[in-house]
Every structure is written in structure tokens, then in C-alpha cells.
């Protein structure tokens, strides 16, 4: 199906950033997993000459997508402790922008890893909504809390959460705007969302140019900090901050990540000299925002 600029929402003036470089029998659930090693599959990628704006298309059918995250895997569990560090330190270190923690929501939540962080924080009530079952099942007392299915498909009451979190989640959909004024409908007035996803301009996007793990078959739609700020204001929020995400996480996943010539010879260097668990503090090209829907 063919995809359109979310801001102009037209492709008449676009052009070809990189082609596609797979064939549609090459997708399973697996290359649907978030964090593997990555294949570098991507779609045709185009570029809206108007705004700026990169997004796929065409893209596979939306049942054929669906499918493939509903048997897709939560393959970085060994991960989650480094991103509940690095994700909920801007909570605390934003704390007057989150002075109601009875009730959050957090769209994509895997086995609910976020959600117990965001327990510990102060938050009452948590929710989550996930549509890998083989994730869900890992989530263990959180289950009955979590909805395994899409977050277009759930009924949660208007103004009703303090917080909805939403982590590398937005480039994945195929109508990030729907979503996002559905998140704008299910938050109290004053609610925040805090919203995580690759910057499209980073320097690393720049620099691995077509090797870039952004450019991959799961992203749909891919934001900068000028594109992102004029979708979110689109659907109704005020911007209250917009950020660097800075990722802790020990050296081998770095290695494990990047996509650097050598790194066989670099990965058996740095386990012989046991650098392998050192944590490292690295700006990947993230975006974070916070955005509120007005009083
Ligand atoms: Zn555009």
C-alpha cells in the first residue's frame, strides 16, 4: 500500500531516498523483533521535498504487518534494566511536569518491564498495550493489565490517564496520527505523553547513510526534531520538551548494534581485555519528547 508525507499528506512532491532492497518472502515474525542484529531490510524510502519528512512506501498491507508483530519476538529482555535506567531518569529529572502519578499507559510495552519501572516511581495504576503474544506471556502478575492487540483497538475511557509512555514505537505505526489523537483522547487535560523515537537527522542517520538501523522494514514514518514538533502540534499537544535520549548500555550491545567494518576483530579484542560489561553512555540518535494536552 502507498503511504503519504504526514504533514502535507500528499506524495506529489517527493523523491527516492534509497530503494527497496528485499523481496516480500524474506519478512518473517523474526525480522520483526525489535533489537536483533539487523538485516537492513527497508522499503523504498522517499523524501517530501516540501517539509523534510522520510517515510516508506508503498509498505506490505496493514493485515500482512499486524501479522507479523503478533508473532514477533521480545528478544532483548537481557536489555531491559538499561532502558528502564536510561528512559525513566528524564521522568525524575522532569518531576514538576509529572506531579499526578495515579494512572499511566504505555503503548508497545513488551513483557512490561517499563510499566514496573514506572510502579516504582510513584505511578498507582499502570496499564499496557502489546501486540506480540510471545511478549505478553512474559509479563507475569502485569498480564491482566496489558491488552495484546493494537492500541487502535482498545476502549480506555477518555481523560482518563496522567501519562502515556511511548517508546520506539511511533515510526513503527502506519498511522501514527490516528494514534496520536487517541492519546491525546484517553489523557486527563494537563496529561503528558513522553514519546521516544529515532531522529532521522542524527549523526549516525547521516553518517551510516543506507547501513543506518533506521532505515529499516519496521519503520514506517521517521521524524526529526522540526518534523516530530509540527506532527505533535498537528494533533492537538503543547511541546514542553524536546530532548536527546542518552542510552546506557554495557559495550557488547553497542558492538552488538553498531554497524561498524571489523567489529568481529574489535568484539574479540574487547572480550579479551573483559571490556565487554562496561556501561557506556551513548547518545544513539534518539529523539525524546514530552507533549501535553492543554488544560
Ligand atoms: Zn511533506
Not at 73 to 95: C, G, L, M, P, V
Not at 182 to 206: C, D, F, R, T, W
Request: charged share 25%; aromatic share 12%; with cysteine.
Amino acid at each position: 500500500m502507498t503511504t503519504t508525507c504526514l504533514l502535507c499528506e500528499t506524495n506529489k512532491h517527493t523523491k527516492i531516498k534509497f530503494n527497496q532492497n528485499f523481496s516480500p518472502e524474506d519478512l518473517t515474525g523474526e525480522v520483526f523483533s525489535a533489537r536483533r542484529s539487523t538485516e537492513h531490510y527497508h522499503y523504498q524510502i522517499l523524501e517530501c521535498q516540501t517539509c523534510g519528512s522520510v517515510f516508506s512506501s508503498p509498505i506490505l498491507p496493514y493485515e500482512k504487518i499486524a501479522g507479523l508483530y503478533k508473532t514477533s519476538k521480545q528478544n532483548y529482555d537481557d536489555e531491559t534494566s538499561f532502558i528502564n535506567e536510561s528512559y525513566i531518569a528524564y521522568i525524575n529529572q522532569n518531576n514538576a511536569l509529572f506531579k499526578n502519578r495515579e494512572k499511566a499507559l504505555e503503548i508497545g510495552c513488551g513483557s512490561g518491564f517499563f510499566l514496573r519501572a514506572l510502579q516504582k516511581t510513584g505511578y498507582k495504576e499502570v496499564a499496557g498495550v502489546e501486540p506480540s503474544e510471545e511478549a505478553v506471556s512474559k509479563s507475569g502478575d502485569l498480564k491482566d493489565r496489558i491488552f495484546t492487540g493494537f492500541f487502535e483497538e482498545t476502549n480506555y475511557a477518555p481523560n482518563s490517564f496522567d501519562l502515556v509512555t511511548c517508546f520506539q514505537t511511533l515510526d513503527h505505526l502506519i498511522d501514527p496520527f490516528s494514534v496520536l489523537k487517541k492519546i491525546h483522547e484517553v489523557l486527563k487535560p494537563g496529561g503528558i505523553a513522553y514519546l521516544i523515537m529515532h531522529n532521522e537527522k542524527s549523526l549516525q542517520a547521516k553518517f551510516f547513510g543506507e547501513k543506518s538501523p533506521i532505515y529499516d522494514v519496521e519503520h514506517i514514518y521517521l521524524f526529526n526534531k522540526e518534523t516530530l514538533s509540527r506532527f505533535v502540534k498537528k494533533a492537538g499537544f503543547n511541546i514542553m520538551k524536546l530532548f536527546d535520549i542518552k542510552n546506557i548500555y554495557p559495550l557488547s550491545y553497542w558492538l552488538r548494534m553498531a554497524p561498524i567494518p571489523m567489529k568481529k576483530s574489535i568484539t574479540f579484542m574487547a572480550k579479551a581485555m573483559h571490556l565487554m560489561n562496561v556501561r557506556i553512555g551513548i547518545y544513539p540518535g534518539n529523539i525524546g519528547i514530552f507533549i501535553q494536552k492543554p488544560e
